[in-house]
Antibody, heavy 119, light 115 residues
Framework: QVHLQQSGPGLVKPSQTLSLTCVIS??????????WNWIRQSPSRGLEWLGR?????????DYSTSVKGRLTINPDTSKNHVSLQLNSVTPEDTAIYYC?????????WGQGTLVTVSS | QAVVTQPSSLSVSPGASASLTCTLR?????????IYWYQQKPGSPPQFLLR?????????GSGVPSRFSGSKDVSANAGILLISGLQSDDEADYYC?????????FGGGTKLTVL
């Protein structure tokens, strides 16, 4: 049974970088049969897929055009986790952020991290 | 115009059936897409219900009752989640999702009220 444990600050100042970590247990970040996604949810923007990383003989990343250029998703094989870094945040980035495993669908979700962007 | 559109709310009586629609933007042919459906209850992340492309290409989520089913209305360019024998526990937000232009796109969700 896979478990995704998220961590990171709940408050970030505008223009700074939002950083979250998702520790994976019960699976490997470098598995060939899953991808590791970040999805956020807010009342104004609903559910929004941000991007993913996955390993298929080499590492790949896909990013949503809405955050491309500001978002980096990185795997860490030594710690078996995946991280999110979102630069130059604004109040529009206030949301619950989820780490999500994707196999044939989004089958395992982290507990969610409420991140507020405010000075 | 949004890629995927869902009605914001739907109210249905217990025991009846609910048909939740997921309409794709004009020019995006529903026939070629797998439609994914997720259920979300307050305070919890979404949970996978099922995905549907055709009767020969569909998948039910683990433990999801058969009274949840998927279909398409090609004439309306829409995916449909049908929930039969509605129960109070089915009251939740329902989201559809497609993979479009190298990105996952969610609909805005339908709040289903059972009353």
């Amino acid at each position: 049974q896979v478990h995704l444990q998220q961590s990171g600050p709940g408050l970030v100042k505008p223009s700074q970088t939002l950083s979250l970590t998702c520790v994976i247990s019960g699976d490997s970040v470098s598995t060939n049969s899953a991808a590791w996604n970040w999805i956020r949810q807010s009342p104004s923007r609903g559910l929004e897929w941000l991007g993913r990383t996955y390993y298929r003989s080499k590492w790949y990343n896909d990013y949503s055009t809405s955050v491309k250029g500001r978002l980096t998703i990185n795997p860490d094989t030594s710690k078996n986790h995946v991280s999110l870094q979102l630069n130059s945040v604004t109040p529009e980035d206030t949301a619950i952020y989820y780490c999500v495993r994707e196999t044939y669908y989004f089958d395992s979700w982290g507990q969610g991290t409420l991140v507020t962007v405010s000075s | 115009q949004a890629v995927v559109t869902q009605p914001s709310s739907l109210s249905v009586s217990p025991g009846a059936s609910a048909s939740l629609t997921c309409t794709l933007r004009s020019g995006i042919n529903v026939d070629t897409y797998r439609i994914y459906w997720y259920q979300q209850k307050p305070g919890s992340p979404p949970q996978f219900l099922l995905r549907y492309k055709s009767d020969s290409d569909k998948q039910q989520g683990s433990g999801v009752p058969s009274r949840f089913s998927g279909s398409k209305d090609v004439s309306a360019n829409a995916g449909i989640l049908l929930i039969s024998g509605l129960q109070s526990d089915d009251e939740a937000d329902y989201y559809c999702m497609i993979w479009h232009s190298s990105a996952m796109v969610f609909g805005g969700g339908t709040k289903l009220t059972v009353l």
